[in-house]
Structure formats: C-alpha cells, structure tokens
C-alpha cells in the first residue's frame, strides 16, 4: 500500500530581471518516490538542492509545473485553492525553527489545541485535556500548558510543535529540518521521540535534512538530491555506508567522525572527489548537474543526464560511471564506482 507517490515531479520559480526580463530556475526536475504507511524517506543533499520545495509542494504550499501527487489515492495536483479539511488534517508539518512556528502572545495550551478548533471544533476544556496528553505524549508536562514559547527551550519547542502537528492524527507528516536549529544532544531526544511516535501510531514521514548521520537514524530508505535531481536512492543503511555516486560519497565524507587518522583521510577523498575541472566550470543544460564539481566526469557526463542503475544492495544510482553503454575514464570498483571507496577508510 502507498502512502504517498510522487510521479515525476518538476518545480519551476521565475525570477524578474532587469528590462522586465524573466528567468526560469528549475528548482525540481523529475522526481520521483513513494512513501507507504508508517515508513521514512529522507531527502538529503546541500542546501539549494531542492529538498524544501520538495516538500512544499507535497504540502500544497506551491504548484508544480508538472508531475502528479498522489496521497491516498487522491490527486493533489488535481485540487485547486486550498486542499479540503480533511486533507489538511491528514498531512501535517514541522519546520526548522520551532520559535517561528508558535505565536510568542500565545500560552502553549492554545498553542497545541489549534488543530482542535480548526479540525473538531471542540470545547475549551476538552482542547485542554487533549492538549496536556499531546505534551506528554512527546516527553512535556502538564506545567508547560501555561507557558509561553520564550519560556522554553529550542528542544521543548519543537517538542510542541511535534504535539500540534500529532493531535490531528496524521497520516504523514513532513518534517523539514526539524532538528537543524538544536543541539546535538536535543536533536537525539527529538530524533527519538520522532522514532517511537512512527512505531505507535503508524505515520508516514517525509523526512529533509542535511544531515546524513541524522537522516540514516531515522530513515527507512534516502534519496540523496544535487540540483534538485535525485542522483542515488536505496536503504538507508545502503546508501550511508555504500554510496554509489560521487556526490553521495561526498557528502558521506563530509560526515565527521571522532577518528582523527578516518577524518584526515576522509577530508582527502572528498578533495579528490570534488576536484572539478576548471575549463568545463558551467552547468550543462542536458546533462548531469554534478558534472562541473565531479572529479569523474568525462563526455557522456555533459550531454545527457544517466538513467537509473541498479545498485548491488537495493536501490539506483543516477551516475555514467554506471551505464553499461558508456566507457568510464578510470577503473572502477565493485559496488562504490571509484578507486578509494568510504569503507576502505574505516579502521
């Protein structure tokens, strides 16, 4: 059963330049994934690479040029205006900054209880009650109803938001960055708790982030994004211990590790895997849009984007290193497609 198919998904912004001129970014170019009940898909990859807009369509927060969403059966490109009721209660979010997200003149009782009035319409004393269960359901207190958001700190915060985002019962939930703003040790608690509330209730979650380590702990399976492409797909422990595309290796290497003997030479694989060359510098319009920081590229690279390749392990890749048809400039090795792969660097 799916949850949540997005079928060739492209997302285009204009941007007015000078002379009433306009150009067209392509923020999103034919994405594809599915997410079923009670699974995580996390979206990883560099800021600019399209993860949020992602999301914001999912949302119903902007429209696609093209490409469908389907939740549940239902088209969501299809609907016009404002997703009905029911939709809105079935897809909630939670956003990077906590603090943004909660009106600082309100107390936190009221703060939950939104969803309740928008949803249920229900009483002041039963929003109550539910509210002080949805704290506690995500590790706060009943003390804390009374609180306003200043009063807490950026890891409650969020747990409040959590709790919101819970009390209409979703079916999937789109987390955007939702631990980027804390620290290490709060972002584990919300990691967590996100964890034991999917294994409870059954929740789909789309799941953005940066991060890869936190991306691999609460994920079933990743999508790794450049450009609003996706490059690499698979399990989540695949895809963080043997990434197949370049850039995917390098954005494990970016991942530091207490090892100071790994993180120096990690440091040097991810010098060698972005050494682009100078002259070819521009993004090409047809091909991959890794190609100019790719220390691998070669022809095939700037003139057609690679079609999905199986990976040994579950998963594809989206590289020409891969292609069956295409010669590749060096060696490759079995299962990582370089020389140096990621797990020759553990000790």
Request: glycine share 8%.
């Amino acid at each position: 059963m799916t949850l949540l198919d997005v079928d060739a998904l492209s997302v285009e912004f204009r941007t007015r330049r000078s002379l009433g001129r306009r150009d067209v970014v392509a923020a999103v170019r034919d994405v594809s994934f599915q997410i079923a009940p009670g699974e995580t898909l996390g979206l990883v990859g560099e800021s600019g690479s399209g993860k949020s807009t992602i999301g914001r369509a999912v949302l119903h927060l902007l429209r696609p040029r093209s490409g469908t969403i389907t939740f549940s059966g239902r088209d969501l490109t299809a609907i016009r205006g404002r997703l009905p009721a029911e939709l809105r209660r079935a897809i909630q979010a939670v956003f990077q900054d906590p603090y943004s997200s909660l009106d600082p003149t309100k107390v936190i009782a009221d703060l939950v209880a939104e969803p309740l009035v928008t949803h249920l319409g229900l009483g002041r004393s039963e929003r109550r009650e539910r509210a002080a269960h949805a704290l506690e359901r995500v590790g706060l207190e009943r003390r804390h109803l009374e609180r306003y958001p200043y009063e807490l700190s950026g890891g409650q915060r969020q747990r409040v938001c959590i709790a919101r985002a819970l009390l209409s019962e979703p079916s999937l939930m789109v987390l955007d960055e939702p631990v980027s703003a804390l620290d290490v040790s709060t972002q584990s608690q919300v990691i967590n708790l996100l964890a034991d509330v999917q294994a409870d209730s059954g929740v789909g979650y789309l799941f953005i982030a940066h991060d890869l380590t936190v991306v691999r702990h609460l994920s079933h399976r990743i999508a790794a994004l450049y450009r609003g492409r996706v490059v690499e797909d698979g399990g989540a422990a695949r895809v963080a211990d043997q990434p197949a595309h370049p850039y995917t290796q390098a954005l494990v290497a970016s991942v530091p590790v207490p090892d100071p003997v790994v993180q120096t030479r990690r440091r040097e694989l991810r010098r060698r895997l972005l050494a682009a060359a100078p002259q070819r510098a521009a993004e090409p319009a047809d091909g991959c849009p890794f190609a100019p920081r790719c220390s691998y590229a070669f022809e095939p690279c700037w003139s057609t984007f690679p079609v999905a390749t199986p990976v040994v392990g579950g998963g594809h890749v989206r590289c020409h290193l891969y292609d069956q048809t295409a010669t590749t400039p060096q060696p490759i090795a079995t299962g990582l497609g370089m020389e140096a792969s990621l797990t020759s660097l553990e000790p």
